[in-house]
């Protein structure tokens, strides 16, 4: 399905589908021998969105090739480096005592229910109503309870979200703990910049924000990615992340941020996997993608 300024999508297709292959990635990665995380209601969102190929993932009904295109091992510890990483980054800085966390794009994200947040946390869902009505409600009666205060903020990024935010109860005087999980790629560049720009806005100093950089989006049309798609279509899969992404020239987000006035770190997807014990692979899809790096940043002014 090819993107446009104005389409729309549920947690079955197009953009939506990938907050679902993320979910059963997750329980891959806390059903795995490396548990970088826990996630135990990764599976059954999974099943209740009811997309066969990611239901069989999760129940264990894809043939599986260790060391292949479809290697459950593989691909819990990558989902797991990224989510370890999302993770630490709220819990350092709620823990060093920020008070109100925005996830934005929060899809199946089930950070508010498994995380062990400080009291007094509140933890902002921003993400289009269908996606937060069918997580909410899908939790719900699945007995699930938030270990934070969660508030939901049901609308498109693409609208006037920061007006719906602070609608929700959001201080932008109160130090933010931001993050912008598996979201920018599928953002036009323009769009990008304005995100970051809101964001800074919103932002008290000391506020943070996480995010994943990818420098050149045309690895996802790369011979690498057309090989590996290929072999996961064979398999049942049929969400196609290359024809989702924006491509195009993009500012350079550490460079952008530091502007802002942030204060920006990173660390090399190879790093990272290093810094949890695992070893990165050396095919020619891991190489491609080794560049990646996972951003974090935090706004001038006094510290939390």
Not at 78 to 101: C, K, N, W, Y
Not at 168 to 179: E, I, K
Request: glycine share 8%; net charge negative.
């Amino acid at each position: 399905m090819t993107r446009s300024d104005s389409d729309s999508w549920d947690l079955a297709s197009s953009v939506g589908a990938t907050a679902t292959m993320v979910a059963a990635q997750r329980a891959l990665a806390t059903a795995g021998p490396d548990k970088l995380i826990d996630d135990p209601w990764a599976a059954p969102l999974v099943r209740a969105v009811g997309i066969d190929f990611f239901t069989r993932m999760v129940d264990g009904e894809i043939p599986v090739v260790e060391g292949g295109e479809f290697d459950p091992v593989r691909m819990g510890h990558g989902m797991g480096v990224r989510t370890r990483f999302f993770d630490e980054h709220f819990l350092s800085a709620t823990r060093g005592g920020i008070r109100q966390a925005v996830i934005l794009a929060s899809g199946l994200d089930s950070r508010a229910y498994r995380l062990d947040w400080p009291a007094g946390t509140v933890v902002y869902e921003v993400d289009l109503p269908e996606v937060i009505d069918f997580k909410t409600s899908t939790l719900r009666d699945l007995g699930a309870q938030p270990t934070a205060e969660r508030r939901t903020v049901a609308i498109d990024l693409r609208d006037d979200w920061p007006a719906a935010l602070k609608a929700a109860g959001f201080d932008p005087q109160a130090p933010t703990v931001w993050s912008a999980e598996g979201l920018l790629i599928y953002l036009q560049p323009d769009a990008q910049d304005a995100l970051f720009d809101t964001i800074t806005s919103l932002s008290a100093p000391g506020s943070r924000v996480a995010c994943e950089f990818i420098g050149d989006t045309t690895v996802f049309s790369g011979p690498e990615w057309r090989a590996h798609r290929e072999k996961m279509a064979a398999l049942g899969a049929e969400v196609e992340i290359g024809d989702l992404v924006y491509h195009g020239d993009r500012n350079h987000i550490p460079d952008y941020l530091t502007a802002a006035g942030w204060t920006v770190t990173g660390t090399q997807v190879r790093d990272k996997y290093a810094e949890y014990g695992l070893e990165y692979g050396d095919d020619d899809l891991a190489v491609a993608f080794d560049d990646m790096t996972y951003l974090s940043a935090v706004l001038a002014g006094p510290a939390v």
